[in-house]
């Protein structure tokens, strides 16, 4: 068929016509000459079209990797570089609180510093009367606020411990004696606060204050 179209299209150039453009009703084949050209291929044509487009293809494919592979690296890059400065904040404000903390220290020094050093506690609570406590036989008088049965077992303490430092004279362990009792009878008078109330429970926190300091007292007049 072709042999017969090139056959025609020589007799056309014959005649003066430009291309085979004639038409063949009887048969299957029709149109113009590119339709002729086009299906004049041949396998290895076929094929080695095939392997180029093959071949185009895998060139995208492999500039397509090549693209992900550069973004991939930059984006690797950009989350080490965060990273890196998200570490070195983090200690950035690490030490500036340290140093804050440093420097707080370093402020109370200096202000405790200038404070002046506590009193003694036998300057700041006056030691019992004599009315209150014999100094020679260490007998105590007790006030009425002091009546509840809730001071019975630290009231024969105390007690006991001002009668010996009577007899024997003061140490540290009749003076602690003392005032531990005292102690802990204030912590006692502190849950009467309300049926004593404030004008009898001062006089009474009084009373036990001066006695937590009379072994102190005692101690000191030995010096």
Known sequence: MIRWCLVMASALVAIGGDDCNAQWYGGQWYGG???????????YSVAARGRAQMTMAQGFAAESYAKAAVSEEQARNLYLDNEAKFIQL????????????????????????????????????PRLSSDQVDPLTGQISWPDCLSDKDYEADKKIAADALRTQAEYGPNDRTTNTIADVAHRMMKTLTTHYGELGAENYGPCRQFLNSMSVEGNHAQEELK
């Open 33 to 43: 000459w590119n339709q002729v050209y086009s299906q004049a291929e041949t396998p």
């Open 90 to 125: 983090r200690r950035a404000n690490r030490d500036a609180k340290d140093a804050r903390i440093e420097q707080d220290k370093a402020e109370r020094k200096a202000k405790s510093l200038l404070r002046p050093p506590p009193k003694p506690r036998v300057d700041v609570y």
